[in-house]
C-alpha cells in the first residue's frame, strides 16, 4: 500500500528513515496563519490513512503554534476528486505587536504502510512576521 501526503501547500514525500525539510514562510503580525500541514489518503483506493501523532520539536521564541485537525475536500487535479481527506494543519500566531523572525520545528512520524518501518519527518518553518 502507498500513502500520499499531501502539504496543505504542496506535496511532501517521504521516503528515507529521517528527512528534513525547511521552508520560509510570511505571516501578517496580530493574526493567526497556517504555516502548513498534511491530508493523508491512500493513493490507490481513496481511502483516509491514519494521522500520525506529530509532535513539536522546537517551539517558536515569539508566538504560539497550534496542530489542528483538518478536512478538506480534494480537487479535480488528483486520483481521487471530490474525496473528503482528514489531517492536520499547523497554525501560528506571532505574539501581539511582534514583527521579525521566527522558527518552529514539528516532527512528523510516518509509516507509509500499516507493517512498514516509520520514518520521522522533521518539518522546520522560518516566519517573517510583517
Known sequence: MRFLVLAVTGFIALATAVSAETTDRTVKANGRSA???????????????????VKIRQKPSYGT???????????KDNRCPNTKVRGLAYIYTPDKGFK??????????WSSTDSGPETLMTQTYRIRVE
Open 35 to 53: 504555516l502548513g500541514g498534511f491530508l493523508g489518503y491512500e493513493v490507490d483506493t481513496c481511502y483516509p490513512s491514519q494521522i500520525p501523532a
Open 65 to 75: 503554534l497550534q496542530i489542528v485537525p483538518h478536512e478538506q475536500v480534494l480537487g
Open 100 to 109: 521579525g523572525a521566527d522558527e518552529v520545528s514539528i516532527d512528523i512520524p
